[in-house]
């Protein structure tokens, strides 16, 4: 089987750009054409989107066609959507890669500084293991 994740109502998927709104979840809450969908998620406006920019991920809501945003937000709570997908690998990557993204300099260089330590422990310990061997 070639899909295994198939575009339906209800089909939570991954915006991947534009930049605004790349990592955003949405909830397909209609198919407008082969190319595009109408979305939909709390806090955020309505919108066709095309395919292209969605990556559909394992997650469904169990929604109507175009449900209205008061059953769609019981429906994610139901569901803990968002939980979930934090909770998944993908999501774990999307946070780290965001937290990597918001370092300041000085946390850099702090990084840096314990790696530098650490190794220099790991090759006192090797080399006295080294020693001990001979």
């Not at 109502?9 to 915006?15: E, F, H, N, Q, T």
């Not at 909830?27 to 955020?44: C, M």
């Not at 997908?85 to 774990?92: D, H, L, N, V, Y």
Request: a positive charge; hydrophobic letters at 45%; glycine letters at 2%.
């Amino acid at each position: 089987m070639p899909f295994a994740r198939q575009v339906s109502i209800g089909r939570v998927a991954l915006v991947q750009y534009p930049e605004a709104e790349a990592g955003k979840l949405v909830v397909i809450s209609d198919v407008v054409s082969p190319n595009a969908a109408l979305v939909d998620f709390p806090g955020q406006t309505r919108r066709v989107i095309s395919f292209k920019r969605l990556a559909i991920t394992d997650y469904t809501v169990d929604i109507p066609r175009l449900a209205k945003k008061a059953v769609l937000k019981k429906a994610l709570e139901e569901a803990d959507v968002e939980a979930k997908f934090a909770k998944s690998a993908w999501g774990q990557k999307l946070a780290k890669r965001a937290a990597k993204a918001a370092t300041t300099d000085f946390d850099r260089y702090k990084a840096a500084v314990q790696k530098m330590k650490r190794s220099a422990q790991v090759r006192r310990a090797f080399n006295s293991l080294k020693k001990a061997a001979k």
